[in-house]
């Protein structure tokens, strides 16, 4: 066990339990603002696929059905704006922090190899390096990193936590430095869908990387914009000289989604209608959230995109995580993304409209 404890950071969300005990105790019960969980049902259209391909005895294929594949691709097209995508360059995978944590091992990383990615990012990241025994560091700006060395370099775009959303311009002067220096950028675009203050583009945008995948993958969930996050379907897309090996190590390692699952996504991707629908409640409770806590005296920066509000008081995190819990809201504080945001909170907009109801009345 020593040796596992020597390669991981503590779990994050440990650190919280007794902030929660605190939160729930309250008399109007917890509004739990911490993780980025759906809370809305599941898409009708969604589920019945999932029913209709419950009888499933056989083994799905790590690649996924041809029908699968055609779904992602006319996504990435419809969507994304992506051209010339075809079943090579596309990859199911089994929820997308499974592919963060493991991308590192799976790419043959190891000691001496380097992973960069941003200064506040998502944990996962630095455990997917640590995993690989690989180092590991954070940046500002990508193009400013030391390229020898620099095996993969991540984007997180729009951020968690801090839903920050990368120009246009900005993605394709990363991207051209990244190929410069031959270094694979994988961009991490799970909450692509849900721009509200900026409308984010992905690196499989032509204007982004010139009509050429070459070195760059990006990274996708159906966990937040169709409220699939307990099916754990995700994908990439991006150059077929890294997705090739990566599909043919999966094999090896039975990484593969359930048929229903694979069956869901199909559904799920071919649909626009559930995804606005979601996004018109997202927006309704971050109005909600944002107006009630600019008004209980917080500040709010960046949140152009994503399912969060990035907040502070301008103290440390968890003083604002205490003083939230002893108001029955419990929220994350922001040293979990980084010592950078050591005097932030990450505040979620999924929880139901009765909750977020019940935490602006308890900001007012």
Known sequence: MSAVSDRLPTFPWDKLVPYKATATAHPGGIVDLSVGTPVDPVPELVQKALIAAADSPGYPTVWGTPELRDAITGWAERRLGARGVTHKHVLPIVGSKELVAWLPTQLGLGPGDRVAYPRLAYPTYEVGARLARADYEVYDDPTGLDPRGLRLLWLNSPSNPTGKVLSKAELTRIVAWAREHGVLLFSDECYLELGWSADPVSVLHPEVNGGSYEGIVSVHSLSKRSNLAGYRAAFLAG????????????????????????????????????????????????????????????????????????????????????????????VAPGDFYGPAGETFVRVAITATDERVQAAVERLA
């Open 239 to 330: 150059d077929p000289a890294v997705l090739g090996p990566l599909l043919e190590i999966r094999k090896h390692g039975g990484m593969m989604a359930s048929a229903p699952t694979q069956a869901a996504a199909i559904a799920a991707l071919g649909d626009d209608t559930h995804v606005r629908e979601q996004r018109e409640r997202y927006a309704a409770r971050r109005t909600a959230l944002r107006e009630a806590l600019l008004n209980h005296g917080f500040r709010i920066e960046h949140s152009e995109a994503g399912l969060y509000l990035w907040a502070t008081r301008d103290e440390p995190c968890w003083a604002t995580v205490a003083h939230l819990a002893d108001l029955g809201i419990l």
